[in-house]
């Protein structure tokens, strides 16, 4: 992941703009992006990061902590994965592209069985936070 995507990231979840995120911030946007957590670890890896003990992340304590999260195995190989099957480069996946992936994984499931179950907002295209919700939900990451 680039730096212009973490500082995308970082501005999504910045709603007051002021250049710094809060714990709230930080819970609204996992919120909004669908992604599971517990509230105890995000307070802890919130805590963590923030280095200056301000009780908020700048943007490099931000950078630092999804860089570190990054260097989970499991997390660092989805992101790769997807780059991967990602054939347009469009940072979606659509039905075709889905097919190759499964095909690689070794499933035989049914692309347009599976589709609808990854496909939250029903947009006819998978982006990477709809991907990680579906494969943490069935035990797979």
């Known amino acids: 992941m680039d730096a212009g995507k973490i500082k995308q990231m970082f501005d999504n979840i910045d709603v007051n703009k002021d250049g710094k995120v809060t714990l709230a911030e930080m819970m609204a946007g996992l ?3 669908g992604m599971p ?3 105890d670890k995000v307070k802890a890896e919130f805590e963590a990061a ?3 003990k301000d009780g908020s ?3 490099a304590e931000y950078t630092e902590m999804i860089m570190e999260k990054l260097k989970n195995p499991k997390v660092a190989a989805f992101f790769q ?4 099957m990602d054939k347009d ?5 659509d039905k075709a592209e889905l097919a190759q992936l499964l095909k ?3 499933s035989e499931a049914d692309v347009e069985t599976v589709f609808p179950k990854i496909d939250i907002d029903n947009d006819g295209k ?3 936070k709809e991907l990680f919700v579906f494969l943490k939900k069935i035990g797979k990451l």
């Not at 994965?81 to 991967?84: H, I, L, Q």
């Not at 480069?89 to 996946?93: H, I, K, P």
């Open 31 to 33: 919120d909004k992006a």
């Open 37 to 39: 957590y517990e509230a």
């Open 50 to 52: 923030d280095k200056n």
């Open 57 to 59: 992340l700048e943007l």
């Open 81 to 84: 994965m997807f780059k991967e």
């Open 89 to 93: 480069g469009n940072s979606t996946l």
């Open 104 to 106: 690689k994984v070794g």
């Open 126 to 128: 998978i982006t990477p």
